[in-house]
């Protein structure tokens, strides 16, 4: 399997507790949605995923190993086979775009590689090729301060898709992102992920999104499972539940994040169940 | 409506700067700060006397020609010492940054070697930038002799232990999700380090290596002592031969360096930003 979470739980140094009693088990090439309100612990959950968290309690497998039993480099190759897409682009403003693409591969290059490549770079072929498929390949040698926050983000998603992981992670990938632009990435993700048969986890704000391009959606709410079901399976009450400490429900009718067959990408886009 | 809380930190800020109040009067008590002292009629014409012997500068040729070649040299000098400085400093102020501490993130195991590394780094660091390079270059001059490279020397293990820590201080107070997010990828430290830090710390640590070497061309006075040659040796022979004209032509030597070290700094910042 892709990755295994057994009875996992974790509590920040403050006490608070971001994670109880979580399973969970996904096969490789599933892609699953992680939707819940803000504070739930879908970002935590996802860092477990990434063993850049160790859980204070509970099993974790990921991609056939143990992280938090293995040796620093054996825990250092897993880590380069899991890419991450952060909520905020992790990348240095000074830093230019193709260097800030070619990083993804830091955890497979040896360090005299990468420090050539800094130097003069060693591949702009591959990070042109990725910037392409987002439509950024024009500003392969601008500097990253030059870019707008949605285009910051396309170029984090392109270190990750550079970096060829075999379980690939995204934290709100799209908050920088208007309506169609999410959509057209949040399609990319899935594209790439069907295309090399890996793992794809995603938090989504966006209900509407997560419901039509994910096929297994994960309900996150106070640091444990509500549900885990296929899309289709996923009720309105159950997203009313999910979703009940936001302050309210749905709102009159128009912004109800179910998939119908008529709303256009711009219009379901939008954060769902934002109360008038 | 009800009035907003009072701010919880004021109190706190009251205190602490009470306290740093009294505690700053007796220090300047015992360091006999009496600003008054310098305004008062029998002093001011002291000054004015010794500052008169300055006046005028000393052009001659012959002189200038010795004060060429002395900045030469003390340049050379400070160069050096740099240099060796920044090769000591490099390493360890890498080893001080908490942000490419990988096991921060969480090993197997081993979090504590980190930071036994780290405390020992520390202690290195101080201990070679506690030492005053005076110090270091009379202890060199026992196996050196008289001569440029107990200078050089001394002024690279005192300017390595301050650039080493500054240079810590920097690359931890530069925003390390970068960093982190490429060990967390599986990076090794350097080349997160100069993918990660570099790119948002560089223009600082560079400006700061210049300011220490702009310090390291002052600092040449201390050479003087061990007779290394350059302006600092020229300074001493002038200042006991009481020649006014010839020391205010050093000093303003001194000037046209510092503002060149300045200049340097600003270019290089402006290229790199």
Not at chain 1, 256 to 261: A, D, E, G, H, M
Request: proline share 7%; aromatic share 6%.
């Amino acid at each position: 399997m892709s990755f295994v979470l057994e009875g996992v739980g974790f509590s920040h140094a403050n006490g608070q507790r971001a994670l109880a009693g979580v399973d969970l088990r996904v096969e490789p090439g599933e892609r699953v949605a992680l939707i819940g309100a803000s504070g739930a612990g879908k970002t935590t959950l996802l860092r477990v995923l990434a063993a850049s968290l160790r859980p204070g309690s509970g099993r974790v497998e990921l991609l056939g190993s143990a992280p938090w039993d293995a040796a620093p480099r054996d825990l250092r190759r897993l880590r380069a086979r899991i890419g991450v897409v952060h909520q905020v682009p992790p990348i240095p403003p000074r830093q230019r775009v193709v260097t800030a693409v070619l990083a993804g591969r830091l955890g497979q290059w040896p360090l005299w590689k990468s420090l050539a490549s800094l130097v003069l770079p060693v591949d702009p072929e591959g990070a042109r090729r990725e910037l392409a498929r987002l439509d950024l390949a024009e500003r392969l040698y601008d500097r990253c301060d030059r870019l707008s926050g949605g285009q910051l983000q396309r170029v984090a998603l392109a270190r990750v898709l550079y970096q060829q992981p075999e379980l690939l992670l995204a934290d709100e990938p799209v908050s920088a992102m208007d309506p169609a632009l999410s959509e057209l990435t949040v399609a990319l993700l899935n594209d790439e992920a069907r295309r090399r048969g890996v793992t794809l986890v995603a938090s989504l704000h966006a209900v509407d999104l997560a419901l039509r391009h994910f096929p297994r959606v994960v309900g996150v709410k106070d640091g444990a499972i509500l549900f885990d079901l296929p899309a289709a399976e996923v009720s309105e009450a159950l997203l009313r539940e999910l979703y009940a400490a936001e302050g309210g429900l749905p709102l009159a009718g128009t912004a109800l994040p179910f998939p119908s067959p008529d709303a256009g990408p711009a219009t379901a886009a939008l954060p769902p169940l934002r109360c008038a | 409506m009800t009035a907003a809380p009072r701010d919880p930190a004021a109190l706190p800020r009251l205190g602490w700067t009470l306290a740093a109040l009294v505690l700053l009067w007796p220090l300047l008590q015992l360091a006999d700060f009496r600003p008054a002292a310098l305004f008062e009629p029998g002093n001011l014409a002291a000054m004015g006397h010794f500052l008169a012997g300055f006046l005028p500068l000393e052009t001659s040729p012959d002189f200038l020609a010795l004060l060429g070649r002395a900045t030469v040299d003390t340049l050379a000098m400070a160069t050096a010492g740099i240099a060796l400085a920044v090769l000591l400093a490099v390493p360890l102020g890498i080893v001080l940054t908490r942000s490419l501490s990988v096991s921060a993130i969480g090993p197997g195991r081993g979090g504590w070697i980190g930071r036994l590394l780290r405390a020992g780094a520390r202690m290195l660091l101080a201990v070679l930038r506690g030492v005053p390079e005076l110090v270091w270059a009379l202890l060199f001059v026992r196996v050196f002799g008289l001569g440029p490279a107990a200078g050089v020397l001394a002024l690279g293990i005192t300017y390595g232990g301050m650039l080493g820590k500054v240079y810590g201080e920097i690359l931890e107070s530069t925003d390390a999700r970068p960093a982190r997010s490429l060990l967390e990828a599986g990076s090794g430290r350097l080349a997160a380090l100069a993918y990660g830090l570099l790119p948002n710390a560089g223009q600082e640590l560079l400006s700061y290596t210049v300011y220490r070497w702009e310090c390291a061309v002052r600092a040449s006075v201390v050479m003087g002592f061990v007779g290394a040659g350059g302006l600092g040796q020229l300074m001493d022979q002038s200042m006991k031969m009481l020649n006014g004209g010839e020391a205010a032509t050093i000093l303003a030597t001194f000037l046209v360096l510092v503002l060149a070290a300045d200049g340097l700094s600003e270019a290089l910042r402006r290229r790199m930003a």
